[in-house]
């Protein structure tokens, strides 16, 4: 085991920690961004650097297409290649053998799919996926599990954890730098209770460095999300760290925190900023909207990001609608938000105020006091006391993609 995990604070089921990685001493709850080919679009290692980022997460399968594993590992490894000091998170790569291409077929063996070189057919199988992110080098690696969208029922669910917890033992078998990386094991069962509690015990039985909830943030409701989020980590062990995977929105990553969660990652804040929008207390600012043309003030007044002690809103409406300097800027921004949020939870937990954090972020998105109802039943779950900034019987449908992306009216 390459890691030390020390809580520092809690309240009720939330928890600050200093999670001690090879590269770097890291404080949870923290979000990582995600570098697919090890890099951030449009951000440089320093500027990440600058905005507090700990650690990035690269994609195995991008990385071992292209610059290829064995280069980066001739080359020193990923941390070296990419000029960045601090952590790295590698995923196992079956995500996006299943998500990004066409005919993937999952077998005992492993993930069977066509080639986007050639065309041909290829086979990931748990053990390749491990040599090639001990090749990698990151400070944490995943295990291959069997992905299957949370909106998926019958038995295919089942048939699915049964083979994640098996190829969990080939993956430690094949793992050959366990005192350099950390391999953390994939808790999956879609949102069946019964399923998920025996992929938790069977994980938690291989006394793995730490533990990630997979298989959520896919189209389920929110509903489902949450239970199952608070299910995993009344389960899993109080000294490990725990990952909810593919996690991003702000509003997500308060309440998973507040159930006991550590670690997030997702590409949702430097995407949405290629498409124009800021994240902002209130929810989303669009900055391709015409109100914008003519405002002089920056993205959010109480921001103090590079972008926002810099330029307007109407100098960025300008570039986000002809030039690629306007998604930086935005990127820039957005990634400061999500670091600067890691930071408030870690605080507000171990000093004391985190119901006071979560009232006020509440109130801040929802000014009429509209939470939605999914929000108030996983707060009242986690111990925190919301009613202050509840309307009486506010339920919200979570069919949108919720409210933390409400726009900011002007």
Request: charged share 20%; net charge negative; with cysteine.
């Amino acid at each position: 085991m390459a890691l030390r995990f020390e809580i520092l604070g809690r309240f009720n089921r939330a928890r600050a920690a200093q999670l001690i990685l090879p590269h770097y001493e890291c404080q949870t709850p923290l979000f990582m961004p995600v570098g697919t080919q090890g890099t951030i679009k449009g951000l440089t290692t320093h500027q990440l650097e600058d905005i507090g980022c700990q650690i990035i997460l690269g994609n195995t399968y991008h990385l071992a297409l292209r610059p290829t594993s064995e280069l980066i590992d001739e080359l020193g490894g990923l941390h070296k290649f990419m000029n960045w000091p601090r952590a790295l998170l590698t995923d196992s790569g079956g995500f996006q053998m299943v998500s990004l291409l066409h005919l993937a077929d999952i077998t005992e063996k492993g993930v069977t799919f066509q080639s986007p070189v050639d065309g041909k057919p290829m086979l990931l199988t748990p053990e390749e996926s491990i040599q090639i992110q001990n090749r990698i080098g990151a400070d944490i690696i995943m295990a291959l599990d069997d992905v299957v969208k949370t909106t998926i029922t019958g038995p295919r669910i089942e048939e699915a954890m049964y083979r994640t917890l098996r190829w969990i033992d080939r993956c430690i078998a094949a793992h050959k730098r366990p005192h350099e990386q950390n391999l953390f094991g994939i808790v999956q069962g879609g949102l069946d209770p019964v399923l998920r509690d025996i992929c938790v015990r069977g994980l938690v039985e291989r006394n793995l460095p730490g533990y990630a909830i997979g298989g959520l943030a896919g189209g389920e409701d929110k509903d489902s999300f949450w239970r199952v989020v608070a299910q995993c980590t009344a389960a899993l062990p109080e000294h490990k760290p725990r990952y909810v995977m593919g996690v991003g929105y702000p509003l997500d990553i308060l309440v998973c925190s507040a159930l006991g969660a550590d670690m997030y990652d997702c590409v949702y804040p430097t995407r949405t900023a290629r498409f124009g929008t800021a994240l902002v207390p209130e929810g989303v600012l669009k900055l391709k909207h015409k109100a914008m043309e003519d405002d002089l003030r920056p993205i959010d007044p109480t921001c103090d990001c590079m972008v926002c002690k810099t330029y307007t809103r109407a100098y960025i409406h300008c570039l986000v609608t002809k030039d690629a300097m306007g998604s930086q800027l935005l990127s820039h921004h957005n990634l400061h938000y999500m670091m600067k949020l890691s930071r408030d939870l870690h605080s507000s937990i171990v000093e004391g105020w985190f119901p006071e954090f979560v009232c006020q972020f509440l109130q801040k998105m929802f000014p009429q006091g509209d939470v939605p109802e999914w929000v108030c039943n996983a707060m009242e779950v986690a111990g925190i006391d919301i009613s202050s900034c509840c309307a009486p019987f506010s339920s919200l449908s979570d069919k949108v993609e919720d409210t933390q992306n409400q726009e900011v009216k002007q």
